[in-house]
């Protein structure tokens, strides 16, 4: 049974509520998360929107207002209205997902919104800064483009941080978090094969593209839910760039091997699809760790699941070596913000030397547990070489018994235009070998 869309107006102070808590510290995943069912699809589409958009209407905004008003809903409903505003127009194509609605009804649902008690004594600032917008929209534009967020939609210290690490592929590394990234599968090799369940996609109207060894590239995206074999456990939802890591760990039927920031399994489950291997998966957040046991059920796999601070080897370690070692450790996530664009506004310029250390702290730790002849696979979801490639170097450096293996290194986020087989996120890896 269809049930009719719910009012723009709920939709837009549903968003401003998720953005307010993301300005709070929250992550817009579990913003969105309170959000009631019905509202959630439509105030996701918009909350991303925003997200990407941030920049350019901060800087709108502050023209636009005198004063930031106290109520940072308030300023979050019109943040939000001006990131729709300052998009593309209405009618345009938007099989992207990009939400997209005619001007004048952006302004009045967002005049609606602000009906309740929180925020009815901002409807006339509301209605008279979108209305000034629509009149001066180029102007105010051009003058939030002077400025590095306004331009990129970044705050200013990640654009620099990029120029610097990256003097000629910066600005096609922000670019490529202007859209999401596509849908893409991978899957289980114990239950399915890639062919069929493309077929079975294809029969269910939904196009695939092969990548890597064992992913498909949707399309489009669907709830995952509604494809075909999500029960069955065909399939993981996993980016092309985090299929690579299981493989080039080559996991072998007998190995002892460790995955020590597991959460959510992803990667987990990849290893045990590719051999019979005895695994322990840790992670630091036992809520976390309880999604890797619930994803390896629907895919008929299993491991010895373990709560623990990697770093903190006495807790949990037995003494007996790892062949195997998977070291995904935590990091500024800075090579997923087309999927999650959030990141870029709750990380802070501190948080790269922050996580840096952590990750000294887990690599150091985790060497330990390696077996002789064993690897250990450094890798992290972010495009910063301080968490990256210069930290691949100073593990070198400190162990003289770690002999560096072929990996790829620094990948960068694929634009947004990319072929179906090249797209993925940003990601690095570096192998070990312990001589």
């Known amino acids: 049974m269809n049930h009719p869309a719910p009012p723009l107006a709920d939709l837009l102070r549903a968003a401003a509520q998720a953005a307010a808590a993301v300005d709070a510290g929250t992550s817009l995943t579990e913003a969105l998360a309170l959000t009631p069912p019905a509202l959630r699809p439509g105030t996701q589409a918009i909350a991303f929107h925003a997200m990407r958009h941030r920049g350019t209407a901060s800087a709108v905004a502050d023209q636009l207002l005198a004063r930031r008003p106290p109520s940072p809903l308030a300023y979050q409903l019109l943040l939000v209205a001006l990131a729709l505003l300052e998009g593309e127009p209405a009618g345009a194509d938007a099989r992207d997902g990009t939400p997209r609605y005619a001007a004048h009804t952006v302004v009045d649902q967002a005049v609606r919104a602000t009906a309740s008690r929180e925020l009815q004594r901002y409807k006339a600032l509301i209605n008279g800064c979108l209305r000034r917008f629509l009149r001066e929209r180029d102007a105010l534009l051009a003058e939030a483009r002077r400025h590095a967020e306004g331009q990129w939609n970044y705050p200013a210290w990640w654009v620099g941080q990029l120029r610097r690490d990256y003097p000629g592929q910066w600005q096609a590394i922000l670019r490529a978090g202007e859209r999401g990234g596509p849908l893409t599968l991978r899957v289980n090799r114990r239950r399915a094969e890639r062919v069929a369940l493309a077929a079975a996609l294809r029969q269910a109207g939904v196009d695939s593209t092969p990548v890597g060894e064992h992913g498909l590239v949707l399309a489009r995206a669907r709830p995952v839910q509604q494809l075909p074999g999500f029960a069955q456990g065909w399939w993981s939802v996993q980016d092309a760039a985090a299929q690579l890591a299981a493989p ?107 996580t840096a250390a952590l990750q000294v702290r887990i690599a150091d730790a985790l060497w330990q547990v390696t077996a002789p002849g064993g690897t250990l696979l450094y890798a992290t979801c972010s495009v910063f070489p301080a968490e990256g490639e210069r930290q691949a170097q100073a593990f070198a450096s400190r162990h003289a018994d770690a002999r560096r293996l072929d990996a790829p290194g620094q990948l960068l986020p694929a634009p947004a235009d990319a072929a179906p087989h090249a797209q993925h996120d940003g990601f690095f890896y570096a192998l070990f070998e312990k001589t």
């Open 248 to 354: 080039l760990l080559g996991v072998r039927d007998g190995m002892r091997v460790l995955d020590a920031c597991a959460a959510p399994g992803g990667k987990t489950a990849h290893l045990l699809e590719l051999a019979d291997v005895e695994l322990l998966a840790l992670d630091a957040d036992p809520h976390r760790l309880a999604r890797v046991g619930e994803n390896l059920d629907r895919l008929g796999l299993s491991a010895r699941l373990e709560a623990a601070d990697a770093a903190a080897v006495e807790s949990w370690w037995d003494g007996r070596p790892f062949d195997a070692v998977l070291a995904d450790v935590p990091c500024t996530a800075s090579g997923i913000v087309r999927r999650h664009p959030d990141i870029r506004w709750l990380r802070r310029h501190n948080d790269i030397a922050r």
